[in-house]
């Protein structure tokens, strides 16, 4: 499969076109999309203009940037211009933005072409995009299992090889955990390192869009496109862009690397269980193989890890149940007429939201509300902080943390049919949400089933330069993956 660098620096030197590289991809997915089903849509025409515009741009003599003709895929909860932006809902049917995300319009003008709209969990809400009201997307590497979520679909375009670069959101681990189910890189960026502008709000305190990729590299370099600030998001933060690419050939020679000992399994020590033994082996061997390149590895404890759970799942439908408050039948999408105002709303948002969603503004709008307020919402807000204290603790003595990413390989569909076994899958991704912290999957290994295991490397706020240290060397040394299967017998 050709990286988004290889096709960017083959495009920018003429040695490629950019119209022959997405046509190249257009096929893969016309060949197995029915098969996966990554998209919600496929922007072929657009995809074939914006090629033809930046081979133009070649011809010309002008650089179209550093990802030159690189077909890339967007969560379907990213704004785009005129084009449907569903969030895999019923409710946003009909619904053309007005304007692009500002990361659609930062990937546009570094060069990249989309190619599509991927699929996910309805509103980003689930870790297994079961819940998105089009119908499930299927994981490559085994299409009976789930990609993960919410961004399953994002991952599933990247493992497929329909597009080599993908943006997905992260609010509890929906960028890491699907990219560790499907065999591929995914990063959740520092909270405020890329702006949210053009990003439909689920919980607007954790959410963070970043990339899906199938190398370090790609992720790296795609990170480094859309990272920056943005004044029209006010939580963006304006620091200073490192060179991404540069971090990926430091050594870690001498790098503090602590393995979260609440994450790593066993019984001792208030470790968390339910995690595959496999995904424990994993993780241990890629502590090892860091060690063998030098770093200094230890048991890390981050005792507040063990409440990420609970507190994330009160402040993210608490959060959640406000900003789709705006669904009301009259601003976007869906309207179910109704003899009043009031019964339209009623009407509209039942017929609209899936029942995940509905539970979510619910449990939200419960502890939200007087009386519940300090015993649920404000006690979450406290172990908020608790996760952030102990983050800087541990940060005292290590400068990376390691753990899985997901406590299992990818699942078969609808094996995790009760909400709390769903809300399991994110328990090693969440506290870096609490925390705003950055953490990325790297692929290391299999496991159950021959299939992918993610190991998670996580470092202080905006210290992704030195994760990408750590994740490089690990994937100098993960053993490589079979190719995805996309058909019967087939392999991409
Ligand atoms: N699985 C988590 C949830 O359902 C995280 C989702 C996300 O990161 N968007 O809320």
Request: glycine share 12%; with cysteine; charged share 20%.
């Amino acid at each position: 499969m050709t990286t988004a660098a290889a096709i960017a620096n083959d495009v920018r030197s003429g040695t490629r076109r950019a119209v022959d590289v997405v046509e190249g991809h257009l096929s893969q997915i016309e060949a197995h999309d029915s098969n996966v089903a990554a998209f919600n849509a496929v922007t072929a025409d657009e995809a074939r203009a914006a090629a033809a515009a930046v081979d133009a741009m070649v011809a010309d003599g002008r650089d179209p940037g550093p990802l030159a003709g690189v077909p890339v895929a967007y969560k379907d909860n990213l704004c785009t211009r005129g084009i449907a932006t569903t969030c895999s809902s019923r409710m946003l049917e009909g619904w053309l933005p007005p304007y692009d995300a500002t990361v659609v319009t930062a990937m546009a003008s570094a060069g990249a072409v989309m190619v599509g709209k991927t699929n996910l969990d309805e509103f980003a809400m689930g870790s297994s995009t079961e819940n998105s009201a089009f119908g499930p997307t299927r994981n490559p590497y085994d299409l009976a299992r789930v990609p993960g979520g919410s961004s399953g679909g994002s991952a599933a375009a990247v493992a497929a090889g329909f597009a080599p670069l993908a943006l997905g959101s992260d609010t509890g681990g929906s960028i890491r955990q699907p990219a560790a189910l499907c065999g591929a890189v995914g990063i959740k960026p520092t909270y405020g390192r890329v702006s949210r502008y053009g990003l439909v709000a689920f919980a607007s305190s954790f959410d963070q869009i970043g990339p899906i990729a199938g190398d370090v590299a790609d992720a790296a370099l795609a990170l480094g496109v859309i990272s920056g600030h943005d004044p029209a998001d006010s939580t963006s933060v304006p620091a200073e862009v490192p060179d991404f690419g540069a971090a990926l050939r430091e050594g870690v020679e001498g790098l503090r690397v602590g393995v979260i000992g609440e994450l790593a399994g066993g019984s001792s020590n208030g470790s968390l269980g339910g995690m595959d033994p496999e995904v424990i082996e994993r993780l241990h061997e890629a502590a090892d193989a860091l060690a063998d390149a030098g770093a200094r590895v230890g048991r890390a404890s981050v005792p507040a890890v063990t409440y990420g759970l609970t507190a994330y799942y009160l402040i993210a439908p608490a959060e959640a149940s406000s900003n789709l408050a705006r669904y009301d039948g009259t601003r976007y999408g869906l309207r179910v007429a109704g003899a009043d105002a009031e019964e339209m709303n009623r009407l509209t948002r039942r017929a609209g939201f899936g029942s995940e969603v509905k539970a979510r503004i619910m449990l939200g709008t419960f502890a939200l509300s007087a009386g519940y307020y300090d015993a649920y919402y404000g006690k979450a807000q406290r172990v908020r902080m608790l996760t952030r204290r102990d983050f800087d603790a541990a940060y005292t003595d290590f400068d990376v943390l390691l753990s899985p990413t997901s406590p299992c390989v990818a699942f078969p569909f609808g094996e995790r049919s009760d909400p709390m076994t769903m809300y399991r899958c994110d328990t090693c991704t969440i506290p870096s949400n609490l925390s705003g912290d950055p953490a990325m999957s790297v692929p290391f290994g299999t496991g159950a089933a021959d299939l992918p295991v993610g190991v998670q490397v996580l470092a202080p706020a905006m210290c992704e330069a030195r994760m990408l240290t750590v994740a490089a060397a690990l994937e100098r040394v993960a053993p490589p993956l079979r190719p995805p299967r996309l058909g019967a017998g087939e392999e991409s």
